[in-house]
């Protein structure tokens, strides 16, 4: 008997009939013996509707009634899916966050879990009940408020919840069949993993690929919680069921330590994300503590830098700066260094939000000298132009004008033999 936590994300739980397909996977735990807690995020597009709904309520409303709105799609799935579990003739009970608790920090719109209080669920798993746990929310217990962990936090409330349960592993249900060599909807030739190294997760999820919210993958890893991510379209009844101890499924991609990979590729899985934005600060003064002025007061202001590239002057006196922030973030970058223009000293500002930041991604690069190379002369005889690089110990990360995102993600891919043939 084993301990399953299995997550339905929000197109496997997009209408009544998905949700009875997804009660069949879950059926099939139960009758295998296991004991089963399910998270579910909302119906699919509903956060997105809610999200909507509050921004045309108030541009400038508060975090808090953020959260007691976008909150609710979760409470929905929760419900219906007990109903049709009981219908199976399943015992089945819905969990709000705040019922269990799962106890969250005040960072209302991002908020992170900080623990979470399994007993009762426990409890009643002796008795055979299912437990079905909202996804993507918590209550923060300084002011009883409901709070959510940020958009795709479902996956992070999963895997939470399977380590209060200590469960065997953590299933996440979803529209594709695992984790592929790059993002299947770009790239045809995609190749699905059979395992990924929790490490090369961390950074395909950091890099922009949104099949796992990036905290889920850091919370699977600190943890050592197994975590697969399967389809929730296969067929229900021809699946195994989880089984205690065992390391290897044929369907999905198991998220584990590294060790487990036996034949580690030097490139794993390319990620892409066109959420980045391109600042360039022309003429400023070169002398020390230059970047210091630049990038203090975008610290101060909470704003994230990414990645930054400083020219050489030519004179010895100017020379041009760029650097990249969120897009969302992009027009307070703006406002903060023409506010301190006075201390930074320089004569022109652009920026374009039409870039998309290309990463490579393998731990079998600490061992493998000219990854890097490679991907330079391949962007470079598809005539595509780097805008800036940065570099880590398992990735390779450019810049590119973001007209250039799918072909580059192609090249890549077939540069570094990950195409599917
Ligand atoms: P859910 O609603 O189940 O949480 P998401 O849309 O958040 O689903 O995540 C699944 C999507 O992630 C897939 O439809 C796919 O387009 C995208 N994706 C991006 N990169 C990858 C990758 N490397 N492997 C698999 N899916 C990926
Ligand atoms: N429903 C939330 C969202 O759309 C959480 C999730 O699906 O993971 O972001
Ligand atoms: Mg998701």
Redesign the pocket.
């Known amino acids: 008997m084993a301990v399953v936590v299995m997550k339905f994300?929000?197109?496997?739980v997009a209408n009544i009939e998905r949700i009875r397909n997804a009660a069949k996977h879950v059926k099939r735990e139960v009758e295998a013996g296991n004991s089963v807690a399910v998270v579910v995020?909302a119906m699919a597009g509903t956060t997105n509707q809610l999200v909507e709904w509050v921004r045309e309520a108030s541009p400038m409303h508060d975090a808090r009634e953020y959260d007691a709105v976008v909150a609710t799609g979760e409470q929905v799935t929760a419900g219906l899916l007990a109903i049709v579990l009981q219908g199976l003739g399943i015992s089945a009970r819905s969990w709000q966050g705040w019922q269990i608790p799962i106890t969250t920090s005040q960072a209302h719109g991002s908020a992170r879990i900080e623990a979470i209080d399994g007993s009762e669920i426990l409890q009643r798993f002796e008795h055979g009940e299912v437990a079905v746990v909202t996804g993507f929310q918590g209550r923060e217990p300084e002011r009883n408020r409901i709070a959510t962990l940020g958009r795709?936090g479902?996956?992070t409330s999963a895997v939470a919840v399977a380590i209060a349960l200590k469960a065997d592993l953590c299933d996440i249900y979803?529209?594709?069949e695992g984790?592929?060599t790059?993002?299947?909807?770009v790239v045809s030739k995609a190749r699905r993993l059979n395992k990924i190294a929790y490490e090369e997760m961390l950074e395909?999820a950091s890099l922009g690929?949104?099949?796992l919210q990036t905290r889920s993958v850091e919370l699977a890893m600190v943890h050592g919680m197994r975590t697969r991510v399967l389809s929730s379209f296969a067929d229900p009844e021809s699946q195994q069921p989880v089984r205690a101890g065992m390391n290897d499924y044929d369907v999905g991609t198991i998220v584990c330590d590294e060790d487990e990979i036996l034949e580690a590729q030097v490139v794993s899985?390319i990620a892409y994300a066109k959420d980045e934005a391109k600042v360039t600060i022309l003429g400023v003064a070169d002398k020390p503590g230059v970047a210091a002025s630049v990038f203090g007061p975008l610290a101060d202001a909470a704003i994230d830098v990414d990645m930054i590239v400083q020219n050489l002057s030519s004179d010895g006196m100017r020379t041009d700066m760029t650097f990249t922030v969120q897009a969302t973030q992009l027009d307070k970058a703006l406002a903060v260094i023409n506010q301190a223009r006075g201390t930074i000293d320089f004569e022109e500002i652009k920026s374009s939000a039409d870039v998309v930041k290309v990463s490579v991604i393998g731990i079998g690069m600490r061992s493998h000298a000219g990854v890097a190379a490679k991907m330079f002369k391949a962007l470079s005889e598809k005539n595509i132009n780097i805008l800036a690089i940065t570099t880590s110990e398992i990735k390779i990360s450019v810049l590119i004008d973001s007209a250039y995102a799918e072909l580059a993600v192609r090249t890549l891919h077939s540069v570094y033999g990950l195409d599917d043939d």
């Not at 994300?9 to 496997?12: H, I, K, L, R, V």
């Not at 790059?182 to 909807?185: E, F, G, I, L, Y």
Request: aromatic letters at 4%; charged letters at 25%.
């Open positions: 994300g929000g197109t496997s995020s795709g479902s996956d979803t529209d594709v984790i592929y790059t993002d299947p909807r395909m690929s949104k099949v899985g």
